[in-house]
């Protein structure tokens, strides 16, 4: 039920963002990212290297599959710090770098 009532909360949202005009910021999203994501989580795992998470399969197929890890980080990894806003900037900032989905 939990999973749902989130789903629910980031369509709304996000529903809102596009109706209000929102775009998504590559400078918020990263600065959102380097702390929460590289430092405390991806240089771990990839053995120091930082930039070495991103060469790894996974969420490099669509923008969707990103968006969707982006937001299970949020969920499980830091706790649901971020807004759905932050997720979208983080995804913009992330997919402005490395993956250039269209």
Partial sequence: MKKWSVTLWVLVVSAWAVASG????????????????LTDCHASRAGGNANGIYTRKGHKESLEKLKSQVAVCNQQVLKSQWWPEDEADVVEYLNHEFYKFK
């Fill in 22 to 37: 929102w775009t998504a910021d590559v400078a918020k999203g990263k600065i959102l990212h380097d702390p929460g994501c």
